[in-house]
């Protein structure tokens, strides 16, 4: 499953780059069902100018469509970065099976704000590729202060 995990957390590193390239804070998700990626989406805030526009917002309303229903109880979410409070809360109203992140969001992460919003039955793997995440977040953040 480790191997599986690393291939597609590398896809939604790939839409973290994406968002890195348009000066969007650089987090990139992926949802995947049956072994197949349905979704790929990566922040939109700025672009979109919408404070709602994470990755996994735009990654839960592309999985619902592909999927024709609201519901993603065999799916996967990959997110390069732990998911906030608000994604946190979609994700349980989606019922998401699983959830497998690179980096703790120390500050404003699900966790530390509201650590049992997800739904009872999703499963949370964290630190996948987490040194690859959090190389990427942390080149943004440095060059925004530079």
């Known amino acids: 499953m480790l191997q ?9 590193l ?4 994406k968002a890195f390239e348009k000066a969007e804070v650089p987090i990139g998700a992926v949802i995947v069902s049956d072994k197949r990626i349905i979704a ?6 700025e672009t979109l100018n919408d404070t709602t526009a994470h990755a996994e917002m735009q990654a839960i309303t592309a999985a619902s469509i592909a999927l024709g229903g609201k519901y993603l109880t065999n799916c996967v979410l990959y997110v390069t970065v732990e998911p906030c409070p608000m994604c946190a ?12 992140y690179g980096i703790k969001d120390e500050k404003r992460g699900y966790h530390k704000i509201t650590p049992f ?9 964290s630190k996948i590729l987490a040194e690859e995440s ?13």
């Not at 919003?117 to 793997?125: A, N, R, S």
């Open 117 to 125: 919003i997800l739904h009872p039955k999703t499963k949370v793997t």
């Open 134 to 146: 959090g190389f990427l977040m942390k080149k943004f953040f440095k060059d925004k202060r530079n």
């Open 14 to 17: 790939l839409e973290a780059q």
């Open 89 to 100: 809360g979609a994700l349980a109203w989606a019922q998401i099976k699983r959830i497998v």
């Open 40 to 45: 790929r989406s990566h922040n939109l805030t």
């Open 4 to 12: 599986e995990d690393e291939y597609y957390m590398k896809q939604a």
